[in-house]
């Protein structure tokens, strides 16, 4: 695909990975569009990279069918998106209530599900369009105090074959990522310490994969990749 023209819609697109996906699709010359839901930071962040703002919860069906209208109306279609919303409640299993497991999988799972539908039908009308989706290391294996992340990114790896399987009939490329140790606000939300290092991984780093993947020719793509931080220890 050649990224330079292409009109792309980030999830998540106002900070962390999804901010350093966004620079990168604008450095190679594409039209973004990214959507968040604290709208003072998405502005910010939108005024930065000359993005297309749009506020929104992914997990509100309302408001990924309004986000990818506006997207295709303002941008004039779309050939990718980026789901890249997330977030994690990070909990023992005796000590796991309802709600917090419910509310991880609405964003991580249902979230990426709603704009994967509502995209969708514009790759099939165009016979071409890339999705990926932003998963993580904890959806190749579990570990303690992680069901509800890494439950929802194990499901995440398979909708996202699923949708593989579904599309590529239409030429339409689906991809999953999966960062291992990147340095974003992820954990200062949660309430505990970002532990800074050289040798983690930046959200550069998987931008940088990210549009290696873009750019190889339409008659093939990566199905997924893993980006490992080399030795953050």
């Known amino acids: ?7 792309a819609l980030v999830t998540g697109g106002s900070e962390g990975i999804g901010h350093g996906i966004a620079k990168a699709l604008k450095e190679k010359g594409a039209l973004v569009a990214i959507m968040g839901r604290d709208e003072a930071k998405l502005a910010r962040a939108a005024e930065e990279l000359g993005a297309l703002a749009i506020r929104g919860d992914v997990g509100v069906e309302a408001d990924a069918v309004r986000a990818v209208e506006e997207t295709v109306e303002k ?14 409640i990070f909990k023992p299993l005796v000590e796991l209530d309802v709600e917090s497991f419910e509310s991880v999988f609405r964003t991580n799972v249902v979230g990426a599900m709603l704009m994967a539908r509502e995209v969708a039908p514009h790759f099939i009308a165009q016979s071409g369009g890339h999705l990926l989706n932003i998963s993580s290391t904890s959806g190749l294996g579990g ?3 992680s069901t509800a992340y890494s439950g929802s990114k194990f499901a995440l790896r398979g909708m996202t074959e699923c949708w593989r399987a579904e599309l590529r009939p239409h030429d339409v490329r689906v991809t999953l990522v999966n960062p291992s140790e990147v340095q974003t606000p992820f954990f ?3 309430g505990r310490e970002q532990q800074l290092s050289e040798k983690k ?6 931008a940088d994969a990210i549009v290696g993947a873009l750019e190889i020719d339409v008659r093939g793509f990566i199905p997924e990749f893993s980006v490992f931080a080399t030795n953050p220890f």
């Open 143 to 145: 570990g303690k105090n």
């Open 75 to 88: 941008l004039g279609g779309i050939d990718v998106l980026v789901n890249n919303a997330g977030f994690g």
């Open 1 to 7: 695909m050649n990224i330079e023209g292409a009109r």
């Open 188 to 190: 200062e939300k949660l």
């Open 201 to 206: 991984l930046r959200p550069r780093e998987i």
